[in-house]
């Protein structure tokens, strides 16, 4: 297989994941947005978070809230917990790396805020350790996730809301939670601002 093919295959592979999710994650999208406006409208905040990519993902939204996404509008609360390294750092160094999201919402999270978690796989120590650290601070969950879900999803309480990416592919799992990040910015955006 040449270079291009592998490019094309590349897009084609990308395309297909985001169709197989419009599919069946459209009122999952619009259910988390929901969440997110009441959230905002009741004075709280966004706390997002992710390791690797997934880190990537959730500073992001973080940033998108925090400045503005398509539209000029007032600044929206929202900490993305994987941008510290002296907190990370020394979390991981003094207790485990495992702590490192979970210590930072018990100082940072108040009930009724929203946990948004970014995981490919559902699998991650310190994701799963965020939950239970968001769960016993009365928070909600919102879980961007993919292939089975992992250890998470089970442990998730019939108020969290799990947008599980239908692929196997890490990928193809990011390229679709940016599309979904940028959904939730503009969902919450138009709630909020649209006149």
């Given at each position: 297989?040449?270079?291009?093919?592998r490019?094309?295959?590349?897009f084609?592979?990308?395309?297909q994941?985001?169709?197989?999710?419009?599919?069946?994650l459209?009122?999952l999208?619009?259910f988390?947005?929901?969440?997110?406006?009441?959230?905002?409208?009741?004075?709280?905040k966004?706390?997002?978070c992710?390791?690797?990519?997934?880190?990537?993902?959730a500073?992001?939204?973080?940033?998108?809230?925090l400045?503005?996404?398509?539209r000029?509008?007032?600044?929206?609360?929202?900490?993305?917990?994987?941008?510290?390294?002296?907190?990370?750092?020394?979390?991981?160094?003094?207790?485990?790396?495992?702590?490192?999201?979970?210590?930072?919402?018990?100082?940072?999270?108040?009930?009724?805020?929203?946990?948004?978690?970014?995981?490919?796989?559902?699998?991650?120590?310190n994701i799963?350790?965020?939950?239970s650290?968001?769960?016993?601070?009365?928070?909600?969950?919102?879980?961007?996730?993919?292939?089975?879900?992992?250890?998470?999803a089970?442990?998730?309480h019939?108020?969290?809301?799990?947008?599980?990416?239908?692929?196997?592919?890490?990928?193809?799992?990011?390229?679709?939670?940016?599309?979904?990040?940028?959904?939730?910015?503009d969902?919450?955006?138009?709630?909020?601002?649209?006149?």
């Open positions: 297989m040449n270079l291009q093919q490019i094309i295959n590349n084609t592979e990308s395309i994941a985001k169709q197989a999710s419009v599919n069946t459209t009122g999208i619009e988390a947005s929901q969440k997110i406006v009441a959230a905002l409208i009741n004075d709280k966004i706390l997002t992710g390791n690797g990519g997934s880190a990537g993902d500073q992001h939204f973080s940033s998108e809230m400045n503005r996404f398509e000029e509008r007032p600044a929206l609360p929202a900490i993305a917990l994987s941008t510290d390294t002296s907190t990370i750092t020394s979390i991981a160094n003094d207790y485990h790396f495992d702590d490192i999201f979970a210590k930072q919402l018990r100082a940072l999270g108040q009930s009724g805020d929203i946990l948004l978690a970014y995981t490919t796989s559902g699998n991650s120590g799963i350790k965020a939950v650290a968001a769960h016993d601070k009365e928070m909600i969950c919102i879980i961007l996730s993919g292939k089975e879900g992992g250890t998470l089970p442990l998730l019939e108020n969290d809301i799990e947008i599980r990416v239908p692929s196997q592919s890490t990928a193809r799992i990011q390229e679709v939670h940016l599309l979904i990040s940028h959904c939730l910015c969902l919450i955006d138009h709630q909020l601002f649209v006149n």
